[in-house]
T-cell receptor, first 115, second 111 residues
Framework: EPEVTQTPSHQVTQMGQEVILRCVPI?????FYWYRQILGQKVEFLVS????????KSEIFDDQFSVERPDGSNFTLKIRSTKLEDSAMYFC?????????????FGPGTRLTVL | AQSVTQPDIHITVSEGASLELRCNYS??????LFWYVQSPGQGLQLLLK??????LVQGIKGFEAEFKRSQSSFNLRKPSVHWSDAAEYFC?????????FGAGTILRVKS
């Protein structure tokens, strides 16, 4: 069964460093998402991406964040200069279509720890 | 603003007992509602969803949920819990193209 994969499973970085979180969505999916969950808090939407453009982003997704689909398979989230408060579990999701009727399939997450 | 509330942070039930996890949503006359489960080291797996129609929806792994508009609720139920059901459960509502999640309920199953 096709699944969304994410690498690495755990990333430890120093404050101020750049990190890139990688996701491989399901191959025929066209819509891509990043969510995050700070420990003990809700899963929060960060950004949605379609046709090589951001279609929606939350207020969390500031200039320190960027997303890219560098090739036909990967979908990445870059944090330019990490802060302590960026420590969280980051989930990638993909969907074949847009809107609530199209299930978003989630990856297992990348746990980011900023020291 | 849209919000999803899961009042119970932790719930412990005995194996074989029934389960109900509570969820309240705040947005929309016709909400799109979901329940996801997350086992350790795994992604979020969709258990079931409600869009319209029959207010009792069936999902995978023997779960069901009932939509009650009058109570703005979408509670998840299972008649007999198995030890493998121990996980974290998230209720979510679709808002446009994104999901808004509740804080999650951690289910512990005791033998």
């Amino acid at each position: 069964e096709p699944e969304v994969t994410q690498t690495p499973s755990h990333q430890v970085t120093q404050m101020g460093q750049e990190v890139i979180l990688r996701c491989v969505p399901i191959s025929n999916h066209l819509y891509f998402y990043w969510y995050r969950q700070i420990l003990g808090q809700k899963v929060e939407f960060l950004v949605s991406f379609y046709n090589n453009e951001i279609s929606e982003k939350s207020e969390i997704f500031d200039d320190q964040f960027s997303v890219e689909r560098p090739d036909g398979s990967n979908f990445t989230l870059k944090i330019r200069s990490t802060k302590l408060e960026d420590s969280a579990m980051y989930f990638c999701a993909s969907a074949v279509g847009q809107g609530a009727r199209n299930e978003q399939f989630f990856g297992p997450g990348t746990r980011l720890t900023v020291l | 603003a849209q919000s999803v509330t899961q009042p119970d942070i932790h719930i412990t039930v005995s194996e074989g007992a029934s389960l109900e996890l509570r969820c309240n949503y705040s947005y929309g006359a016709t909400p799109y509602l979901f329940w996801y489960v997350q086992s350790p080291g795994q992604g979020l797996q969709l258990l079931l969803k409600y869009f319209s129609g029959d207010t009792l929806v069936q999902g995978i792994k023997g779960f069901e949920a009932e939509f009650k508009r009058s109570q703005s609720s979408f509670n998840l139920r299972k008649p007999s819990v198995h030890w493998s059901d121990a996980a974290e459960y998230f209720c979510a509502e679709s808002y446009g193209n994104k999901l808004v999640f509740g804080a999650g309920t951690i289910l512990r199953v005791k033998s």
